[in-house]
């Protein structure tokens, strides 16, 4: 039964059960199930005989939208505690109207089949949002191994969540342990005797996550705790059992419910769907996460950088408008140090603060302008995405950081030895620059710890 956790079809439900089902079915079906067209559309733009990495991820990550309008590279986005609240309101105008065609005689719902309907609903729902993120975690993606401009930051320039992650991407071993308990977590859903000790782990996985996203701000918490409240309701469904078991040591009937398939085809369907779901959703996504994971993760551009240019420089000379600026921690004009990535990415530090991009909702974004993870809760560096033009010697730049977007430059380079870079040009203000940078052989205690092993010296 869905409110004192037993289905058992002999048992009456009671009339106040009853109401409370009505609102819980409606609001989880309006949470789990797509009702958005640009789902669909995406859904049907997919090549199925191919699929990418991007259009998994992207399909597991629905839910209701009414207030935030999506973008191209998000294209449903994720709800707000405002759009929970909408789908409630439905849910209780929809539960009265269900109770009225009821009382009048209207319609006469199978209960206990409907119960069994909606846990199945969320229990793929759920299996489908913890087997995304376990496998971004067990190949792991979803917190990369810093890049050189992060190695070059300061601690604190950056934002709690930024820390957080960067701290999960040099331990990808457990970033990767972590993933396989979310998937593990999620295999389990997808039989229903052992949907509760999923559901609890999800619940306690989760959790976490959800707190861990309050703590340092990031960007998830609604989407964790979204999946954190289908898990609650599915355990709902054995906490009573389990406790009396484990805690009261009481007698404790098995759930008595089972569903009865009067045509062989239904039967088959089932057996069906659920080989769809995990051959799509555990095999294919998996290898393509996997192939993902070997090219670059996606949240750094893939586009090549400057040839031969990837490092770190020391800003030697800085001239602008004809002036000659000396090193100073305090010029916020003048350029302190300069990374050139193995990308197409430019990071210029300064001692002007600079506005953080403070977005940290896992989105798999196509463009290379578009993935700001690098550039994430930075307050000390300008990020850059360049073109090169090798005919003219030219790169032109553009901030990826969407408070600074009209910030975009053009600069001339020129390259008289192997580890020196001399730019001149105009910035995005009309100020004329000319700049020499010479690059660093710097060492970074964390790699040359790796390259003596767990029990070898530092290498420095």
Request: charged fraction near 20%; aromatic fraction near 16%.
């Amino acid at each position: 039964m869905a409110i004192s956790l037993n289905s058992d079809p002999a048992v009456s439900w009671k009339a106040y059960e009853k109401h409370i089902f009505r609102f819980a079915f409606v609001y989880f079906i309006l949470q789990a199930v797509p009702l958005d067209w640009k789902y669909y559309k995406h859904l049907f733009s997919v090549n199925w005989l191919n699929p990418t990495f991007a259009d998994l991820f992207n399909i597991s990550r629905y839910t209701p939208q009414f207030f935030r309008q999506a973008t191209s590279a998000d294209f449903w986005g994720l709800n707000t505690l405002a759009d929970w609240l909408i789908v409630a309101l439905i849910a209780v105008i929809a539960a009265l109207v269900w109770y009225f065609l009821e009382n009048r005689k209207r319609i006469q719902p199978n209960y206990p089949d409907l119960y069994y309907l909606l846990r199945v609903i969320l229990r793929y729902r759920l299996a489908l949002g913890v087997i995304a993120y376990g496998l971004i975690k067990f190949f792991p993606l979803q917190s990369p191994y810093p890049s050189l401009s992060n190695f070059n930051t300061d601690y604190g320039d950056l934002s709690a969540w930024k820390i957080f992650s960067l701290s999960l991407g040099v331990a990808p071993t457990f970033e990767a342990v972590l993933g396989g308990l979310e998937i593990f977590a999620g295999l389990l859903l997808l039989y229903r005797g052992t949907t509760a000790i999923g559901a609890f782990i999800v619940i306690i996985f989760h959790g976490n996550v959800f707190l861990s996203n309050l703590a340092y701000e990031g960007g998830e918490a609604i989407y964790s705790l979204y999946l954190l409240h289908i898990a609650a309701f599915l355990f709902l469904h054995d906490a009573g059992r389990i406790i009396n078991l484990f805690s009261l040591n009481k007698p404790t009937q098995p759930d008595g419910y089972k569903p009865i398939y009067t045509h062989a085809w239904q039967r088959k369907l089932k057996i069906g769907l659920k080989s769809a779901f995990v051959f799509i959703f555990v095999f294919v996504f998996g290898y393509k996460t996997y192939a993902a994971s070997k090219a670059r993760p996606y949240h750094y551009p893939v586009t090549p950088g400057l040839s031969g240019a990837q490092g770190l420089y020391d800003v030697s000379e800085f001239s602008r408008n004809g002036q000659l600026h000396p090193y100073s921690k305090r010029d916020t004009l003048r350029w302190q140090d300069v990374v050139f990535e193995e990308w197409a990415t430019l990071s210029i530090r300064t001692a002007a603060k600079v506005e953080p991009w403070l977005g940290g909702i896992e989105t798999i974004h196509r463009n290379d302008k578009d993935r700001l993870y690098e550039l994430a809760g930075t307050t000390s560096r300008h990020y850059y995405h360049y073109h090169v033009d090798s005919a003219s010697n030219t790169l032109h730049l553009e901030n990826k950081n969407p408070n600074y977007l009209d910030d975009r430059f053009q600069l001339h380079y020129e390259r008289p030895d192997s580890t020196t870079i001399q730019l001149s040009g105009v910035d995005s203000h009309g100020d004329s620059l000319r700049v020499v940078l010479h690059r660093l052989d710097k060492k970074y205690l964390y790699e040359e710890a790796k390259k003596g092993g767990r029990r070898g010296g530092l290498i420095l």
